[in-house]
Structures are given as structure tokens and as C-alpha cells.
């Protein structure tokens, strides 16, 4: 794959998932930086050009446009060792995919993006309503990734895949929103297996390039 442009803000762990599957696979990525706090996403020429649902990351493949970070993330490593052999493998891989997305990105990234960026003062009183229940099944999804991790080194199958990845975008910043990641033990030494492989990149990454600065 070439001349692919992925449009993000660098921030977000959706689309640090797709910046660490390009890096594991070997794909060089042109980044354009948007930032979603400045409502970058949601200016007419972006609604027009780049996605009418106003929201990242986007994955531009000439003139296609793919959005949502997991569909991405599966693009980039179709072919790949990041795809399990065998058709249970690639399910269950699929399986914590979605999990990750109905489970566990709507509660630990929300609430990061909420105390990191957004501010607890500036939340609407339905969003400080929220912050509860989010914390209550933020806990729910570290516990349960904790314990199927007692007897096995990766989620999916026995190697390294993209469930890994989707699962450690928001897992491995899920300090940020005051969750305790040391109270699980496997999920720490998952974390570092991750962190140790050949081909990972940090979040952020390279610098992307800018657009619409200021």
C-alpha cells in the first residue's frame, strides 16, 4: 500500500490504534493533524471532503475514504500475521474488537478525553451524571481483560494481533482518567510485552502535519 493519509488528531487512542498497526506492517503513513477540540472535524470543507459524519480517524486511500479506527485497522493488516490463521482465531480477534468499542473505549476514553481535556467544570450536568457508570463498567472491562490474561500472553489466539492493539490504544493511557492500572497485574505485564516489540511506536508518534494551525 502507498499514499495513504490518515486523517487524525494524534491524540485520540483510535487513532493511535491505526499509527501502530502501520508501524508493526511496514506502511508508511502521510498524517494531517486535525484538532477536534478547535471543531476542526466539523468545518464544511471536512463535512464535504473528508467525512460527513464530522469525525476521525480517516483513512484516505486515493479517492476512498474509510472511517471507523478498527475497519482502519483491519485494512492495513489484511494479509498480515496481525490476522490470526484459522477461523476461530480471527473471530475471537474480531469478538474483542468489537468488545473493545462497546465496552471499553465509551468508558475509559470517554472519561480520559472528559478529566483530560474537556475539564470536569465544563461538563453538562448529563455527562457528570455519566461519569458513575462509566467509571463502574471502566472497572468491569480492566478486570475482566486482567483475568483472561492470567493463562495466556495475548488476546486472540497465541500471538500478537489486532486485538492486542486495539485493546492497548486506550488500556495503556487508562491512567489518565484516575483508573488504577497496578491493581491488575496481568494487564501491566501484557501492557510491557506490547511495549517491548519490535516495530512499536509511542502514541503520537512521528509529528503529523498540521492543518488549519494556530
Not at 41 to 70: C, K, M, Y
Request: some cysteine.
Amino acid at each position: 500500500m502507498s499514499g495513504l493519509i490518515l486523517h487524525e488528531d494524534s491524540r485520540s487512542g483510535n487513532c493511535y490504534k491505526i499509527q501502530l498497526t502501520a508501524a508493526h506492517v511496514g506502511i508508511d503513513l502521510e498524517r494531517r493533524e486535525y484538532n477536534i477540540m478547535k471543531g476542526e472535524t466539523r468545518t464544511p470543507e471536512f463535512l464535504r471532503d473528508i467525512n460527513a459524519n464530522g469525525r476521525i480517524p480517516v483513512l484516505q486511500d486515493g479517492d476512498r475514504f474509510l472511517t471507523e479506527s478498527n475497519a482502519i485497522c483491519f485494512y492495513l493488516a489484511n494479509g498480515t500475521s496481525l490476522i490470526p490463521d484459522g477461523h476461530f482465531d480471527q473471530a475471537d480477534m474480531l469478538r474483542w474488537m468489537f468488545w473493545e468499542q462497546y465496552s471499553h473505549e465509551p468508558n475509559i476514553a470517554t472519561l480520559r478525553f472528559w478529566m483530560r481535556f474537556v475539564g470536569l467544570d465544563a461538563l453538562t450536568e448529563v455527562q457528570r451524571m455519566q461519569i458513575g457508570g462509566k467509571r463502574e463498567s471502566g472497572l468491569a472491562a480492566l478486570d475482566l481483560m486482567d483475568r483472561h490474561l492470567a493463562d495466556r500472553r495475548w488476546f486472540a489466539g497465541d500471538q500478537f494481533s489486532l486485538a492486542d492493539i486495539c485493546l492497548f490504544a486506550y488500556t495503556h493511557v487508562a491512567d489518565e482518567a484516575n483508573f488504577d492500572l497496578e491493581a491488575y497485574p496481568e494487564l501491566i505485564r501484557w501492557l510491557e510485552r506490547v511495549m517491548l516489540l519490535p516495530g512499536h511506536v509511542e502514541m503520537g508518534g512521528q509529528t503529523p502535519l498540521a492543518l488549519n494551525a494556530s
